[in-house]
């Protein structure tokens, strides 16, 4: 399977995890539901800061950057 995404993720600025999962806002169409369960995207309502692009993998953390 190939990857939803090009980007490489930033180092996360709370905590300097590696690994990070795309934040995605709006309506979600079907294939965003499954890329959610499956862990490749984060799903989100309401924008509330446009740059913010990323959560943090560490589950701990949490941090949206």
Do not use: H, Y
């Amino acid at each position: 399977m190939t990857d939803l995404f090009d980007d490489l993720p930033p180092l996360c600025p709370a905590c300097n995890q590696k690994q990070s999962t795309p934040l995605i806002f709006g309506i979600p169409s079907q294939e965003m539901l499954v890329a959610e369960r499956l862990g490749d995207i984060v799903l989100a309502s309401i924008a509330d800061d446009p740059e913010v692009k990323w959560v943090c993998g560490n589950r701990s953390c949490g941090q949206r950057f």
